[in-house]
Every structure is written in structure tokens, then in C-alpha cells.
């Protein structure tokens, strides 16, 4: 198991470059090679380079678990195509929503998916079909933005620090994890897009102290 500090294009907001689950790390088909390298060695997954709305931000507009990738609505027919056609063993689908930071609103591993509690019953349905898991929507209404600022694998989840209590109980109770809260980057609350994460490691971005990453290795059991 590994945990690491990185940068990508000289930000700490590794997290919108990058999704991860067991097997793959999806990242910016644009990145230098060193980066496709460095998170596959770190998360021990294959890197499968893409594009999602023409960009590299690929955390940012997508969210995956071993079942499938949930893409933005911004994503191109071209885009979508040319994932299917990798043939990944994995769902590859769409969410027709508003709510097209699809990194930022969904956290999820193989069991559950937590969401923006705005989505509507449309998009959650599509998320369940794709993802092949539960789908339940994020509670409070402090922290919609539920993958921005948590972080959630098959081993365990992390919140960030200025999560309620009622928040830490309705998660533990979604997801079977005690939660543990940091923050990222020498106190950011967006751990979300600061971490990429699976079950075997974490890359955290640079200026992330040992305090901070301490608490996410305990979180995500690493």
C-alpha cells in the first residue's frame, strides 16, 4: 500500500485530474506520461487515459467503481464512444443533470453511491444503473458538493473536518465505515479534490502535512 504527495500541473488539486477505483485510474489523456506512471504505481490500478468534456479534468467530470464511469452531460459522443471502445469490462454512461461536476457531487465504492442531494430522481436512477450500487442522497445541507470534500473507497471514508456529528452518523450508517475527518493541503476541507484514492493507496497533494495525511491513511484503512 503506498500513500504519496504529488502535484499535478503544479496544483495540489490532484483530485480533479484524476478518478480512481481498484483496477483503473482514469486520468487526463493530456497529462505527461510521468503522472499516468506515478498514480498507477501508487494506487497499483492500470491508468487509462481520457478525456471528459474535452478537458483533462477528468476527476472533476467523472466518478467511477468497479462497475462502471458516470460521465458529465458536457462529455462529447466522441468521448464516451472512445471509452466503451476500450472495452474495460465496465458500465460507461451518462447523467442527463445540471449537477455536471460529476467529481464534485458523487462520492462512491462498490456498494453505496453518496450524492448531491439535488439530484433528481432521473439522475438517480441513472447513477444506480451505471455504478450497479445504492444510491442514497448526501445528508445535511452544509457540504452538498459531497465529492469535493469526502472521500470514499471499499476500505473507508474520510470526511472533512467541519462535518457535523449527525453528518459523521448518517455516513457511518450508509456506509458501515467510522468516519475520520481531516483536512488537506494545510487545512483545506476540499479533501475531495485534493486526494485520489482507492482501497491499496492515496495520492494526496503537495503541502498536505503528516497530520493531515496520517488521518486519511486511518480513515481509508491504508
Same mark, same amino acid.
Do not use: C, W
Given at each position: 500500500?503506498?500513500? @504519496?504527495?504529488?502535484?499535478?500541473?503544479?496544483?495540489?488539486?490532484?483530485? #480533479?485530474?484524476?478518478?480512481?477505483?481498484?483496477?483503473? #485510474?482514469?486520468?487526463?489523456?493530456?497529462?505527461?506520461?510521468?503522472?499516468?506512471?506515478?498514480?498507477?504505481?501508487?494506487?497499483?490500478?492500470?491508468?487509462?487515459?481520457?478525456? #471528459?468534456?474535452?478537458?483533462?479534468?477528468?476527476?472533476?467530470?467523472?466518478?467511477?467503481?468497479?462497475?462502471?464511469?458516470?460521465?458529465?452531460?458536457?462529455?462529447?459522443?466522441?468521448?464516451?464512444?472512445?471509452?466503451?471502445?476500450?472495452?474495460?469490462?465496465?458500465?460507461?454512461?451518462?447523467?442527463?443533470?445540471?449537477?455536471?461536476?460529476?467529481?464534485?457531487?458523487?462520492?462512491?465504492?462498490?456498494?453505496?453511491?453518496?450524492?448531491?442531494?439535488?439530484?433528481?430522481?432521473?439522475?438517480?436512477?441513472?447513477?444506480?444503473?451505471?455504478?450497479?450500487?445504492? #444510491?442514497?442522497?448526501?445528508?445535511?445541507?452544509?457540504?452538498?458538493?459531497?465529492?469535493?470534500?469526502?472521500?470514499?473507497?471499499?476500505?473507508? @471514508?474520510?470526511?472533512?473536518?467541519?462535518?457535523?456529528?449527525?453528518?459523521?452518523?448518517?455516513?457511518?450508517?450508509?456506509?458501515?465505515?467510522?468516519?475520520?475527518?481531516?483536512?488537506?493541503?494545510?487545512?483545506?476541507?476540499?479533501?475531495?479534490?485534493?486526494? @485520489?484514492?482507492?482501497?491499496?493507496?492515496?495520492?494526496?497533494?503537495?503541502?498536505?502535512?503528516?497530520?493531515?495525511?496520517?488521518?486519511?491513511?486511518?480513515?481509508?484503512?491504508?
Amino acid at each position: 500500500m503506498s500513500t @504519496i504527495l504529488y502535484s499535478i500541473r503544479n496544483s495540489s488539486n490532484v483530485g #480533479v485530474f484524476a478518478t480512481a477505483t481498484d483496477d483503473y #485510474v482514469f486520468l487526463g489523456a493530456g497529462l505527461p506520461a510521468r503522472d499516468a506512471r506515478v498514480l498507477s504505481e501508487a494506487l497499483d490500478a492500470k491508468s487509462v487515459s481520457i478525456t #471528459v468534456a474535452y478537458s483533462d479534468l477528468v476527476g472533476l467530470f467523472s466518478r467511477a467503481n468497479s462497475n462502471g464511469i458516470i460521465l458529465s452531460n458536457l462529455a462529447g459522443k466522441e468521448e464516451v464512444e472512445s471509452l466503451k471502445m476500450q472495452k474495460l469490462g465496465i458500465n460507461v454512461g451518462v447523467i442527463d443533470s445540471d449537477l455536471n461536476a460529476i467529481g464534485n457531487n458523487i462520492i462512491a465504492n462498490d456498494k453505496i453511491a453518496i450524492v448531491h442531494p439535488e439530484y433528481d430522481e432521473k439522475a438517480i436512477k441513472q447513477i444506480r444503473d451505471i455504478l450497479g450500487v445504492e #444510491v442514497v442522497r448526501a445528508p445535511g445541507r452544509q457540504f452538498k458538493t459531497v465529492g469535493a470534500s469526502n472521500i470514499l473507497t471499499n476500505k473507508g @471514508i474520510v470526511l472533512n473536518n467541519r462535518s457535523t456529528e449527525g453528518e459523521e452518523q448518517a455516513m457511518e450508517r450508509a456506509t458501515t465505515f467510522k468516519p475520520v475527518k481531516s483536512t488537506t493541503v494545510t487545512g483545506s476541507i476540499y479533501i475531495g479534490m485534493s486526494v @485520489i484514492a482507492n482501497s491499496k493507496g492515496a495520492v494526496a497533494g503537495k503541502g498536505t502535512t503528516g497530520f493531515e495525511l496520517q488521518h486519511i491513511i486511518e480513515g481509508l484503512n491504508l
